[in-house]
């Protein structure tokens, strides 16, 4: 029995498989994110909704790069874990993967309250690649899944309103360069983990934000929440106002009975206390409820059709349980910003714990009488007084400064308090924080000049705020930097100059390659996919050239260039320069999935319909395949007419005609 609250590091071993290295070209252009509309629909919208999807999409997960160095074999490895805990909760977070909240067990009953996945299964969801399935996770930055996904934080002890202790963690988020923290702790005695979340914007300008706390948990359960409507968004990018909680002739709030994967945002009147919660057969499970600034709340369901269903699967192991999500965010829907004035900051505090109800009333046919029933009992759980309370509580504790650390992130908030001398209370992002990856860009704020590589190598990460941008531009005018002011002005809508940049880096540069990919990609956005592929062919073999050795760095860039640049020759049907990209890549990256997928499409571009059906006979999977991706249907389509084998129907939307 733990009769205080503790904090405590640990270690969690599961099944897992390995990151692997980020991809090592920058990402000029976005991935393909799902969660959009067209144009015209957003006139049916309410007009401050339409106005706040319309406010500063992204366009570029720049300056991230791209996560997609994993593999599908799991083997056992330990991850670093911290533990809080009482005599009623125990909470398991993840600090070295975005803080994820991995557990919430309720001691007294012995009930997991999350989606607990047994594995560590990356896939290509978040904003940058690499996410994972299960647990609590923090969604800054913009709509989709956040790039803190796989990423470390920073964690510490804190000081707790009650006089014990609580967990902070804190990071830089790199998106819209915001700092932001979540401070967690459960007071002695409580059912409820409380979680303190705050975001602030130290510049001299606007900038747009985004948030939402995503809760998976079991797929067995009731969701219920405050509303009649929702805003059902499906992967067809349409968002329509349905009623809740039955639409087109069935019960949504209960997660299999939906075929297709969808999203539904739940229309919570002003005034009405905001929550969320999904309760089982027995009327027992987790609720969450928060202070009115958390005004979303959110259903995601994969649907009990066979695509949702193998992407169940694909993301944990065999036997496992589905799972759904419930979510909270600071606006109606995950496809809107909201803009956060200058030097000032949003927060707010959330509530975890659980929930039983009676069982007939939660899933009685009387909508009204199931939320009245839940929200009673929440009401006698954790009044909503209580909860103002603790946020009025926590308030001054958030600028307390951290005591032990706990855990340590990124860099890249060190650089920036250096550079601008935020003062940030509460979230130290220290010089001792900087490490390889910031060097080059403390040297170009200290003396003016971007340094030129030691050693040939793909080149680092690129910084693309205005201020970094400036710096670029007065700085010497060498190649990298050329390279480096080329991306950053690409980030910033000025194409034509990027181009510019990088072509007058091409006379002097050492290294070709990652000057002729950017300028590809600047090609195919022109439309030009004639000279993009001949740009793409020249970058790779420069590269091939180039290539030292067959290390991590530089097999990454090998496979990442590669993959683009079939991709291009094929489109303008050069097949003989595909296959030569093709037999230059090593051995290991030709039998990944990916590559089998290219490959398959390879065959079939040379004619040779029967070898290109014999890779999929022989089964692959695309351990990077994207979240709505047709990619794998649609070449079986072009291959055959029988019905696409289950281990590869991936496919989130209706299909045409079915």
Known sequence: MVDVTTIRRDVLTLPAAELGPANPLPPLRPLDEMHRIDDRDRASLPRDMARQIGYAPLHSVLPERVKDGYGRRREPRG??????????????????????VASLLHKPTGRELLYRNPVLQPACFALNGAWFS??????????????????????ARVPAPDGGEML??????????????????????????????????????PAPTYWWSNIAVPEERRVLAPAEEAWHFGYERQLRRVPVPRYDGTDRTYPLNSTFPADYFYEVPDGQRRWIAALDDAGDGLVQTSTDVLRGRKLFVW??????????EWLTEPGTGGYCEIQAGLVRTQLEHVRLDAESEVSWLEAYGPLSADAPAVHGPDWTAARAEVEGRLQSALPRAAVEAAYD???????????????VGSGWGALEVLRAGHKLPGTPFEESTLGEAQAPWLELLRSGDFPEPRRVGPPGETLVATHWRDMLETAPAKPLTEYHLGVAQ???????????????????????????????????EAGNRERAAERYADAFDDLCQERRDHGEAWTAATAALGREAMAALLAVRRVGDARGVWERLRPATRSGGRFRLIEAELLLAEGD??????????????ADLREGAEAISDLWARLTQEPLPGRYDFRMRPQPGV
């Open 609 to 622: 319909r029967d070898a290109a059906r014999a890779v999929f006979d022989a089964g692959f999977e695309v």
């Open 134 to 155: 299960g647990g609590i996770e923090w969604n800054i930055g913009a709509t989709g899944h956040t790039t803190l996904s796989c990423s470390p934080v920073h964690a």
């Open 393 to 407: 509580a926590w308030k001054p504790y958030a600028d307390t400064e951290p005591g032990e650390t706990l855990a």
């Open 303 to 312: 649907g009990a059709g066979p695509g949702g269903r193998r992407w169940q």
């Open 168 to 205: 902070r963690l804190w990071e830089w988020e790199r998106l819209r360069d915001l700092p932001f923290q979540v401070d967690l702790w459960l007071p002695e005695g409580s059912d409820f983990l409380y979680v303190g979340v705050r975001i602030r914007n130290p510049h001299e300008r």
């Open 79 to 100: 991850i670093d874990t911290i533990v809080i805990e009482n005599d009623r909760l125990r909470a398991v977070v993840l600090p070295g993967l975005g803080g994820r």
């Open 490 to 524: 690409w980030h910033a809508g000025d194409l034509a100059q990027a181009v510019r940049s990088w072509e007058r880096a091409l006379e002097l540069a050492p290294s070709l390659w990652p000057l002729l990919r950017c300028l590809a990609v600047a090609d195919l």
